[in-house]
């Protein structure tokens, strides 16, 4: 089914350990996000990309780095994790034509565990 | 950035009509108002999106009052499987400041 693939969908690191969490949508999407949601949180947005090659910096950045690798991509880095970034991972991604969203897409998410 | 008010949490019967109501007194003039729907262990899921008056689906309807401080989500005759936490957000055209909130948490009961 045509979506957004995040992939794993489960990983525990240690502190300090870096990994690249994967992204990737089907849909010809220009606009993709990276989200974290906390325990009984809302979701809080880390990075998006608003067009193949460009990237910024959303409400929590620090810590991650991301790449836009082509239009169907986008990777969230986390380069020396922390407990503190424990979370579930969401990536997104809509389309925005002129003025209109017309809404995201979510994939199913990374639960990532750091002790 | 529009910030958003919702109750925290609703209870309701299985075949009742629910109404989730969302402040956003600050709203901008280019913001549009979304609705996702989260189940647990999954994404959120875009439900109905509207900028103003009545916009209905096969899923629910968004109801606007003219000055869109406020928007109100119905789900007519809600089961089970509507149990899940409800998202307003308001922003920009271009979508790229939606800020998600705690949401409410809808339990329908049998």
């Known amino acids: 089914n045509a979506g957004v693939t995040q992939t794993p969908k489960f990983q525990v690191l240690k502190t300090g350990q870096s990994m690249t969490l994967q992204c990737a949508q089907d849909?010809?999407?220009?606009?993709m996000y990276w989200y974290r949601q906390d325990p009984g949180m809302g979701l809080r947005l880390i990075y998006y990309?608003?067009?193949?090659?460009?990237?910024d910096k959303g409400e929590v950045p620090n810590g991650y780095n991301v790449s836009r690798l082509n239009k169907r991509e986008f990777s969230l880095r986390l380069e020396s994790a922390a407990p503190s970034q424990t979370s579930v991972y969401f990536c997104?991604?809509?389309?925005?034509?002129?003025?209109?969203?017309?809404?995201?897409?979510f994939g199913s998410g990374t639960r990532l565990t750091v002790v | 950035l529009a910030k958003t008010t919702q109750p925290i949490s609703m209870d309701s019967y299985e075949g009742q009509e629910v109404n989730i109501t969302c402040s956003h007194n600050?709203?901008?003039?280019?913001?549009?108002i979304t609705w996702y729907q989260q189940f647990p262990s999954q994404g959120p899921r875009f439900i109905i999106q509207?900028?103003?008056t009545k916009v209905t689906n096969e899923v629910a309807s968004l109801f606007i009052p003219a000055d869109r401080k406020s928007s109100t989500l119905s789900l007519p005759r809600v089961s089970l499987s509507d149990t899940a936490v409800y998202y307003c957000?308001?922003?920009?055209?271009?979508?790229?400041?939606?800020?998600f909130g705690p949401g409410t948490r809808l339990s329908v009961l049998p």
């Open positions: 997104a991604s809509s389309e925005v034509q002129g003025v209109t969203n017309y809404g995201y897409t």
């Open positions: 849909m010809n999407h220009n606009s």
């Open positions: 990309s608003a067009s193949e090659g460009t990237t």
């Open positions: 600050n709203i901008a003039t280019n913001d549009y």
């Open positions: 509207g900028y103003k």
């Open positions: 957000l308001v922003g920009d055209n271009y979508g790229q400041n939606f800020v």
